[in-house]
């Protein structure tokens, strides 16, 4: 995709990890050009860390060269088990609308995803990484934002157009000087994780989750599948576990052998954790951006949060560049953070309720879920209120006031897990295979190079036409019976005749017009960059954060 010359200062990227990673390539791919800021003098390599990636966040990391190289090296899997006491309660694969590039999730470590980004990042000229750059202090003001460093050598500035805080959880002094709060609780129990390497056959393609098996009585084991005959294996453990003690004793390998058995095996990487669930009140502070773990943290159960993050990076890459090259007013910056703190607030709310099914917070708690557990291997309603981590997905926009809400395509709410939500606004567009002048391509490869205006017939594609310079920047209009010659993305969409599907440059759905109305089609792109839409009947200008979309 190529770019005008920005117009502006280079935007920083605060934080190194896998989310200021993608950031920065993400910027790059606008052509932004980006400076990435680490406190730390060189990458540290040590543990898995975040290991399961999803089939939408492998789709994002493809838009700049590292999704297919990720999922190669990867270990995939299809399935998640659910066992209580050695019975299996249920077992799930994940939904598969259109044709998409990747499968449900992948398993890699976090060390070695770093490790590729890296690699892009070095060849990008249009990113620079400094190490041992410490941020101390953003002050910003109309034009930009100065960044204060403490380096070695001693104290720098890099003065940025805006700026994206990747910095993790140890953001505290960011977030302080921006006057944010960082609300939420720890939870008591920790759990034990180790990477062990063993020839287990059976187990390399799922996901294995028991309630109170014979080896961890009253409490949980999650079984991950890695590359190399490698498997992580999670144990909740009491507040007081002691990791030195235990492997001294001999106890961490009967801990081990009592799930694996006589198999020869070797511990990769060990560690304890105590997790977090906390929030930012604001992921946005004037030409400030929080993304990832600087501004939310979520228990690991359910993989949202190195997901969610490449999400924010995502989001917050299209609306700098949007903003910075004036295809869009500044005002399309506070949608980042209407967008991605409510997708903040929804993986609390899952991940807070997987920990309360996990440690109940009370006697009456502890009651319901024995009963849910007991019964659930015979009955149906008690096996659906079983919580073993709900595992990541997109979150869908359908409250944004970037979105144009269509009444005969309401949202649904939360569906079944494993599923997907049906198409519409606001819901990530379903990825197909496509063909644009003979050549087999993406559906959202094109999407993701501007707005993709979607027509099912000739009077639709009139329509989009007549509206497509409604905004500035690249907007590509579309015959959909044309770019889908065997009807798999037609299919996946339900699409109707006279219906022109607008899609933004993350890939979510922003509209799905159905009159045929070239107005109609003007006004919801103007929505979804945060500009006035034109009232057909008398002209007047009305204000799209008066527009409510409360369909979910």
């Known amino acids: 995709m190529s770019s005008p010359t920005w117009p502006a200062g280079p935007a920083v990227v605060v934080g190194a990890g896998p989310v200021g990673q993608t950031t920065a390539l993400l910027l790059a791919r606008w052509g932004v050009p980006t400076v990435v800021l680490d406190r730390r003098a060189e990458r ?36 998640a088990r659910t066992f209580h006491r050695g019975e299996e309660l249920f077992n799930y694969e994940f939904a598969e609308p259109g044709g998409p590039a990747f499968p449900p999730f992948v398993n890699l470590s976090q060390t070695r995803t770093e490790a590729i980004l ?7 000229p249009l990113v620079e990484v400094r190490w041992n750059h410490r941020v101390t202090e ?14 070695p050598g001693g104290p720098a500035v890099v003065e940025a157009s805006y700026v994206v805080v990747c910095g993790g959880a140890r953001s505290e002094e960011l977030r302080g000087g921006l006057g944010l709060t960082f609300e939420g609780k720890s939870f ?27 080896w961890n009585p009253g409490r949980q084991v999650l079984i991950h599948p890695c590359p190399g005959s490698t498997f992580r294996i999670d144990w909740q453990v009491p507040a007081d576990y002691d990791l030195d003690a235990e492997s ?145 997905e997109p979150f869908w926009y359908v409250d944004s006031p970037l979105t144009s809400p269509n009444v005969a395509r309401p949202f649904a709410g939360r569906p079944p897990r494993g599923e997907a939500p049906t198409p519409g606004p606001g819901v990530l567009l379903p990825d197909a295979p496509v063909t644009v002048d003979g050549l087999a391509t993406r559906i959202r490869s094109l999407a993701r190079d501007g707005f993709l205006l979607l027509a099912t017939d000739a009077a639709a594609l009139a329509a989009a036409r007549s509206a497509a310079d409604a905004v500035r920047g690249p907007v590509r209009v579309a015959a959909l019976p044309d770019l889908d010659t065997d009807g798999v993305l037609g299919e996946a969409l339900a699409a109707r005749p006279g219906e022109v599907w607008i899609v933004r440059p993350d890939g979510h759905i922003a509209a799905v017009v159905a009159d045929r109305h070239a107005e109609e089609v003007a006004n919801a792109l103007r929505r979804a960059v945060a500009q006035p839409v034109i009232t057909r009947a008398i002209g007047q200008v009305e204000s799209i954060v008066e527009q409510s979309t409360a369909n979910r």
């Not at 939408?56 to 299809?78: H, K, M, Q, Y």
């Open 44 to 79: 540290d390599p040590v543990g898995s860390k975040a290991i399961c990636q999803q089939r939408d966040v492998l789709d994002i990391w493809e838009s700049v060269g590292a999704g297919a190289r990720i999922a190669r090296e990867g270990l995939t899997w299809t399935t």
């Open 118 to 124: 890296d690699e892009l990042i070095a060849a990008e």
């Open 138 to 151: 953003l002050t910003q003001d109309a034009r930009g934002v100065t960044v204060q460093c403490e380096t």
């Open 188 to 214: 008591d129990d920790r759990f034990l994780i180790c990477d062990i390497r063993a020839d287990l056959p059976g187990w390399a393609d799922e996901r294995r989750f028991h309630f109170d098996p014979e």
């Open 248 to 392: 001294a004793s001999g106890a961490l390998d009967t801990r081990i052998r009592r799930i694996i058995g006589d198999a020869d095996y070797e511990i990769v990487w060990k560690s304890v954790y105590r997790f977090q669930s906390r929030c930012v009140d604001r992921m946005r502070v004037g030409r400030v951006l929080l993304a990832g773990d600087a501004a939310h943290l979520v228990a690991p159960f359910g993989a949202r949060g190195l997901n969610s993050g490449v999400a924010d990076a995502e989001n917050a890459a299209w609306k700098i560049a949007y903003a910075g090259r004036g295809w869009a007013a500044e005002d399309l910056l506070e949608s980042y953070h209407h967008e991605r703190h409510a997708a903040a607030r929804e993986n609390l709310a899952v991940t807070t309720a997987t920990m309360d099914f996990f440690v109940p917070q009370n006697e009456r708690q502890a009651r319901h879920r024995a009963e849910i557990l007991a019964g659930a291997a015979t009955d149906a309603g008690l096996r659906a209120q079983v919580d073993s981590g709900r595992l990541a």
